[in-house]
């Protein structure tokens, strides 16, 4: 089997799509040996299915035994999906430089590298003039979406993003709008700070769903009031791309970035994918090689298209699992929904009817949202519930403020004065019906009793049980 074969859609995308347009020429499918078949066949993951996730961990609770490990932070990362890590093994045999050489391995991962990009555009539904740039993650994104913007453009955000999303546009020239109360008022706040930009070039930066509360926002509702007025949208989707499908075109957004780790490839790798004349025009986001296409003694040329963006050796094995992610996520994607869609209503009824236990939306209690629920238990710290819930039951969860400082004041604002933080449970592939009972067991008879064994504080720590016989210690993996 030839490379070409192996992925048939790679080459007639490549002849049109512009994110390849920097790429070498691929490895001519006639000199592979068949031996190499092994190699190059794409992993194939079966239809419609909950896609696995690697086994869940044994790990010790202070009674001094051990449980499976309930996952319920699936928000911050993902565990990797066994198909995943599969393909990363697979490109780890012929693990080489990309774009670097013509050595066998090096066309390998210079082909797989493409086809990852191919796949990613695939999985957001790229147009014709898109650029898919790999990058590290979210955060690496929007800053070089940040930095590649025509100069003067004006961003308009909305406050309850995260800091990620937030935070790297330059302030003077960034309108944030308060956090709204419903979809109808979102877009009211939008319409009418777009009235008021004064600028020709103007950027909107929506989320796909509120990494505090799991929320969906109406992002085809408010991209279309962006483009109405001649704007650009640029979509986090780093808590959307796990859990609904995306279409940059029937959403109208221009730009998308996700984050691997936070679809079940925790390997380092996010993306950028979108309009191409922008970045094309930047100022490389590093420079170095493999962003040049040409240095003299007195100038050095820059690539144009994703090469410009990705100067170094680029992370294959990253970008490998990112596109095995999302081809087993786009292959199933209507198991993955149902399981989550089970999740989230288990979840969000389980927690609201524990009494004691306050549960918190953007806009309002009916709004649909991926398996999200942010809570606080009456007379119990956040990050003492986290704390129990990890010691005493064997759960991971989030307390604090979420890298979303400003939406989780807001939400909290009606609270006590005391009450500055909440619990985040976030669940996806990894969560079992074992873990939602267990977890809202676990909380029910903290808001009923409080913990279920004495708790002090640590320097470094946080809570701790008085009597914790654990191991903090663990064996290295290497
Ligand atoms: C909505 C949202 N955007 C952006 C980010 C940043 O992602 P990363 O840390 O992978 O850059 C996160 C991470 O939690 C997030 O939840």
């Known amino acids: 089997m030839s490379i070409a074969s192996s992925i048939p859609h790679t080459f007639t995308r490549e002849r049109r799509q512009p994110w390849l347009r920097s790429v070498p020429a691929p490895a001519a499918p006639a000199p592979i040996a068949a031996n190499s078949a092994a190699i190059v066949t794409p992993i194939e993951a079966p239809a419609r299915q909950v896609p696995a996730v690697v086994a869940s961990p044994q790990v010790p609770t202070?009674?001094?035994?051990?449980?499976?490990?309930?996952?319920?932070?699936h928000g911050a990362s993902t565990p990797a999906l066994a198909s995943v890590k599969a393909a990363v093994d697979k490109a780890t045999q012929t693990y080489s430089s990309v774009h670097r050489g013509q050595g066998w391995a090096s066309q390998v991962s210079s082909h797989y590298y493409e086809a990852a990009r191919d796949?990613?555009?695939?999985?957001?539904?790229?147009?014709?003039?898109?650029?898919?740039?790999?990058?590290?993650?979210?955060?690496?994104?929007?800053?070089?979406?940040?930095?590649?913007?025509?100069?003067?453009?004006?961003?308009?955000?909305?406050?309850?993003?995260?800091?990620?999303?937030?935070?790297p546009w330059e302030g003077r020239k960034t309108t944030r709008l308060p956090v709204p109360l419903t979809h109808k008022d979102a877009e009211a706040l939008l319409?009418?700070?777009?009235?008021?930009?004064?600028?020709?070039?103007?950027?909107?930066?929506?989320?796909?769903?509120?990494?505090?509360?799991?929320?969906?926002?109406?992002i085809e509702r408010l991209?279309?009031?962006?483009?109405?007025r001649g704007a650009r949208v640029a979509l986090d989707a780093a808590q959307l791309a796990g859990h609904r499908r995306i279409d940059l075109d029937?959403?109208?957004?221009?730009?998308?970035?996700?984050?691997?780790?936070?679809?079940?490839?925790?390997?380092g790798a996010g993306v950028l994918v979108g309009r191409s004349d922008w970045l094309d025009a930047a100022a490389p986001y590093l420079a170095g090689g493999g962003a040049t296409a040409a240095?003299?003694?007195?100038?050095?040329?820059?690539?144009?298209?994703?090469?410009?963006?990705?100067?170094?050796?680029?992370?294959?094995?990253?970008?490998?699992?990112?596109?095995?992610?999302?081809?087993?996520?786009?292959?199933?994607?209507?198991?993955v929904e149902a399981h989550e869609s089970r999740l989230t209503t288990r979840l969000v009824d389980g927690l609201r009817a524990i009494g004691g236990v306050e549960t918190f939306s953007i806009f309002g209690d009916d709004a649909d949202r991926a398996p999200v629920v942010t809570f606080?238990?009456?007379?119990?710290?956040?990050?003492?519930?986290?704390?129990?819930?990890?010691?005493?039951?064997?759960?991971?969860?989030?307390?604090?403020?979420?890298?979303?400082?400003?939406?989780?004041?807001?939400?909290?604002?009606d609270e006590d004065a005391d009450i500055t933080t909440a619990v985040r449970v976030s669940a996806g592939l990894a969560t079992t019906d074992e873990h939602v009972d267990r977890l809202l067991a676990a909380v029910a008879s903290l808001a009923a009793t409080g913990p279920g064994v004495e708790y002090q504080k640590v320097e470094g720590r946080g809570w701790v049980p008085v009597d914790d016989q654990r191991e903090t210690l663990v064996d290295l993996p290497w």
């Open 250 to 267: 029937t959403l109208g957004v221009d730009y998308v970035a996700f984050s691997g780790h936070k679809i079940y490839a925790p390997y």
């Open 119 to 167: 796949e990613v555009a695939r999985f957001v539904g790229a147009r014709e003039g898109d650029e898919v740039v790999f990058t590290r993650n979210t955060t690496d994104s929007f800053n070089l979406l940040a930095r590649s913007l025509p100069r003067r453009t004006q961003v308009i955000v909305f406050a309850s993003e995260h800091h990620a999303t937030l935070l």
């Open 62 to 73: 202070c009674h001094g035994t051990f449980v499976e490990y309930a996952n319920f932070d």
């Open 191 to 218: 319409t009418d700070a777009l009235k008021r930009a004064t600028s020709s070039s103007t950027l909107v930066v929506l989320s796909g769903a509120s990494n505090v509360t799991g929320e969906y926002w109406p």
């Open 223 to 228: 991209a279309a009031i962006a483009r109405k």
């Open 376 to 413: 606080t238990v009456e007379d119990v710290e956040s990050s003492l519930v986290s704390a129990a819930l990890s010691a005493e039951h064997g759960i991971g969860v989030r307390d604090g403020k979420f890298c979303a400082h400003l939406l989780v004041d807001t939400l909290l604002a």
């Open 295 to 335: 240095v003299s003694p007195l100038s050095t040329t820059w690539q144009t298209g994703p090469a410009r963006h990705e100067g170094g050796s680029p992370n294959v094995l990253g970008a490998v699992a990112v596109a095995a992610a999302c081809a087993a996520i786009r292959e199933n994607r209507g198991a």
